[in-house]
């Protein structure tokens, strides 16, 4: 009887403060919104409101730090979701616009207070994506430096006019603890796998390979192409003896490459600089660079001069070896008359 007192109290002062304020105010008497909930205090251990389902069990709970949890009491995180159903997290939007999609923010404000502003500077972290598992003692490490995690590193001092970043991709090795950065996108769309990209669209320290043999394809059509010229090969050849095959051993104590340390058989970039000028170019980093494969076009005209030059010292040998049969077979005939 004493609870059902008490609850009718309650509901009376709800309505009543509805009718009063034209707002329902829970521990306080000056609501500030339709529905105003002030919590028993301001720890993660207490809540502002709680909400169970007909088992009597707490489905959510926000905290009076502000913390939500959906399926877990006592949330971890602004937002902690926790759930044995298969199904996630779910950002549906209804939009006839191609350019309107639902979307989930990461955004940083180098600012004690999110109500102020302040804009980040080139290298502060803008958003992190991390992916943990449980080790059977719970979620251990920090998330940024021992979970494999996506990362957005700002790339520049943030204006409203500038605002480049760079993507940056960490997994954690087996036997390990501890991430490392695999992958990175720069702020100009530069790939580096294993190293940080300064120059080429794709640049990978160490070995890459295909599923299937052969190098890689590009278009080559006539239709796409002017100006074509056929290569001399009379100076195809001459620039190509110009050329020197080395081996050699690398020695790169200053790019942070993986370099092989097996013996190596190929050019000097200066070299060809010194034959092919157009064909060596610089990094960023200052060192010279060349595409090896852009000198089949060179080898096969040379090839071509070659084998004509063969093919004129084959007919001339052939003419030779005939003329002197026949002056053999005409001193022999001068003999026997004699």
Request: charged share 30%; net charge positive.
């Given at each position: 009887m004493k609870k059902s007192i008490i609850r009718l109290f309650t509901l009376s002062s709800i309505l009543l403060s509805g009718f009063t304020y034209s707002q329902v105010g829970i521990n306080?008497?000056?609501?500030?919104?339709?529905?105003?909930?002030?919590?028993?205090g301001n720890t993660a251990a207490t809540k502002s409101m709680r909400i169970s389902n007909s088992d009597n069990t707490e489905t959510v709970t926000v905290t009076d730090q502000g913390r939500v949890g959906i399926g877990r009491t006592a949330p971890a995180g602004q937002f902690h979701v926790a759930t044995t159903a298969a199904n996630g997290i779910i950002s549906e939007r209804a939009n006839t616009v191609a350019t309107a999609p639902s979307y989930i923010s990461l955004r940083n404000n180098r600012s004690t207070d999110p109500a102020v502003d302040g804009a980040v500077v080139a290298n502060d972290v803008l958003g992190v994506i991390t992916f943990a598992g449980n080790t059977g003692s719970g979620y251990a490490g920090d998330a940024l430096s021992s979970n494999s995690n996506i990362q957005v590193i700002a790339a520049q001092n943030f204006t409203p006019t500038a605002q480049g970043s760079n993507m940056l991709f960490?997994?954690?090795?087996?036997?390990?603890?501890?991430?490392?950065?695999?992958?990175?996108?720069?702020?100009?769309?530069?790939?580096?796998?294993?190293?940080?990209?300064?120059?080429?669209?794709?640049?990978?320290?160490?070995?890459?390979?295909?599923t299937t043999a052969g190098a890689f394809i590009a278009n080559s059509d006539a239709r796409l192409k002017k100006d074509i010229q056929t290569i001399s090969g009379e100076e195809a050849l001459n620039k190509l003896t110009k050329l020197e095959g080395v081996t050699y051993y690398w020695n790169d104590d200053k790019t942070g490459i993986d370099r092989p340390k097996e013996k190596q058989i190929g050019f000097i970039a200066q070299n060809i600089q010194q034959v092919f000028p157009d064909k060596v170019t610089?990094?960023?980093?200052?060192?010279?660079?060349?595409?090896?494969?852009?000198?089949?076009?060179?080898?096969?005209?040379?090839?071509?001069?070659?084998?004509?030059?063969?093919?004129?010292?084959?007919?001339?040998?052939?003419?030779?070896?005939?003329?002197?049969?026949?002056?053999?077979?005409?001193?022999?005939?001068?003999?026997?008359?004699?």
């Open positions: 306080t008497a000056t609501p500030q919104a339709t529905l105003d909930i002030v919590g028993a960490y997994t954690v090795a087996n036997g390990s603890a501890s991430n490392v950065v695999r992958m990175r996108i720069s702020s100009e769309g530069l790939v580096g796998i294993g190293r940080t990209p300064t120059t080429n669209r794709l640049e990978v320290n160490g070995e890459a390979s295909k610089t990094d960023k980093e200052g060192y010279l660079q060349t595409a090896y494969g852009d000198y089949d076009a060179i080898f096969v005209e040379s090839l071509k001069k070659i084998n004509d030059r063969i093919t004129l010292l084959t007919g001339l040998i052939e003419k030779l070896e005939k003329e002197n049969t026949e002056l053999k077979n005409k001193e022999k005939k001068n003999k026997e008359k004699k």
